[in-house]
């Protein structure tokens, strides 16, 4: 896999992580009301300095006595309202306002922000007094820097801090998830791994694997009571096909080892299918070319396909090799086609392409409902049940797929039949 793709799926994965978007948007939410707090408390702040400086006008208006005053100072403007010549236009739109605050394109007296403010001095004659802002202004700003930089810190902590949690807690569900899929898949052995028990997450983990623990002692459980069964069956079968053989010559004799044969036959395939299910680790296995086992088996089924007026067939493009056991490869095909000639068409091919092994014919086919029913041992369906068989041929071909970490897939084939595949992993 490129590595575009691997960052793809891992983009998609954090897209589909609701852990992820669910602590993004907790901290997202922190961060916004921490950006409303602060413009909050600076707006706020501003018009508190603002009614203080107003307090402070007004009282200076009122200490002051307009025809006494020494002129304009840099510490205050104090003027009539019909005589604002020589101050700049702002001082005029503001007294026409009531007062307030203007920014100066220009200096005046050092200083281009100022407080302006109409009240009366003490002969409660209307003036206009006015103070620079520039210290108080400059202290605002400074105020205001250092509240933007924290927050934007604190915001960036508060994104990664949320990020990284949801990371975290996201690994812990997919590795969750993963076992799911893993016992879904047939795989009783899948467990999560997890023993600490600090929050709920640990302890979904630990019950998930509780859970898989009981689940493969009974499943273990069953698959041996099966194979006990079928195992301590074959000793008084034998004993009795023996019996039968001695039964003088006739069609009743003929008929009865026909079916001692059969049950002998159901017996064998439940110990195989118990045999391959209970195997663990990779003991047998070898690597297989595909194209070659494709080959053997078309030299051993081939004549007896002929034998029933049909076809055999192989289609191989750029076969692979696959770690497995031969001998199970062999049984499982060997199913697979016996299955093709008993509910098939008169065409059987045997496929192989890459990685993947099939085997498909032009029969009728079968309802792709009934597709996971029919992998199910001793299932059967109606239409099969007039024939020969026991219902266990694919349930042996799950178990070596199963035993192999392959895909068994059953299709449609075109334009009729039915395709089994078995889709190898890559080596």
């Known amino acids: ?80 309202l019909d005589n604002l010549r020589g101050l700049p236009m702002p001082f005029a739109r503001a007294v026409a306002r009531g007062g307030g605050t203007i920014d100066l394109d220009r200096n005046l007296f050092r200083s281009d922000v100022w407080r302006v403010l109409v009240a009366h001095d003490s002969n409660d004659v209307p003036v206009m007094v006015a103070i620079p802002l520039e210290e108080s202004d400059q202290a605002r700003e400074l105020l205001a820097s250092i509240l933007w930089t924290t927050a934007g810190l604190v915001i960036a902590l508060t994104l990664v801090i949320g990020f990284a949690a949801g990371i975290v807690a996201q690994r812990r569900v997919v590795r969750i998830n993963e076992t799911l899929g893993r016992l879904a898949a047939g795989d009783l052995t899948a467990r999560t791994g997890h023993q600490r028990s600090k929050d709920d997450l640990d302890d979904v983990a630990r019950q998930l694997d509780l859970t898989a623990a009981e689940l493969e002692r009974l499943v273990s459980q069953t698959r041996h009571l099966s194979a006990s069964i079928a195992h301590d069956l074959r000793t008084p079968l034998a004993r009795l096909r023996a019996q039968l053989e001695m039964l003088p010559p006739g069609d009743g004799r003929g008929a009865a080892l026909e079916e001692a044969t059969r049950l002998s036959g159901i017996f064998d395939t439940i110990m195989r299918v118990a045999r391959i299910e209970a195997a663990q680790g990779n003991d047998g296995f070898k690597t297989v070319a595909l194209d070659d ?5 078309m030299e051993i089924f081939g004549p007896v396909v002929e034998d029933e007026n049909k076809q055999l067939q192989i289609d191989v493009t750029t076969p692979a090799q696959v770690q497995a056991d031969r001998q199970m490869l062999v049984q499982a095909m060997a199913n697979l086609i016996q299955n093709a000639l008993v509910h ?42 007039t024939t ?40």
């Open 1 to 80: 896999m490129s590595l575009v793709n691997r960052l793809w799926d891992r983009i998609k994965w954090l897209r589909r992580s609701s852990m992820l978007r669910l602590s993004l948007l907790l901290s997202s939410i922190s961060a916004v009301g921490f950006v409303v707090a602060i413009f909050v408390a600076l707006t706020l702040g501003q018009n508190a300095i603002e009614r203080r400086v107003d307090a402070t006008l007004t009282a200076l208006a009122r200490a002051a006595v307009l025809e006494d005053a020494q002129g304009d100072t840099p510490s205050m403007i104090l003027r009539p």
């Open 293 to 297: 086992l494709a080959q053997e088996l």
């Open 344 to 385: 098939g068409g008169d065409q059987i091919t045997l496929l192989v392409h890459g990685h993947v092994l099939s085997v498909s014919d032009n029969g009728p086919g079968v309802d792709p409902t009934q597709f996971k029913e029919i992998i199910k041992p001793m299932v059967r369906l109606e239409t099969s049940r």
């Open 388 to 427: 020969d068989g026991s219902g266990l041929g694919l349930a042996l071909v799950r178990a070596v797929a199963d035993r192999h970490g392959a895909t068994l897939k059953l299709s449609q084939n075109s334009p009729s039949g039915l395709r089994v595949t078995l889709n190898f992993a890559d080596l």
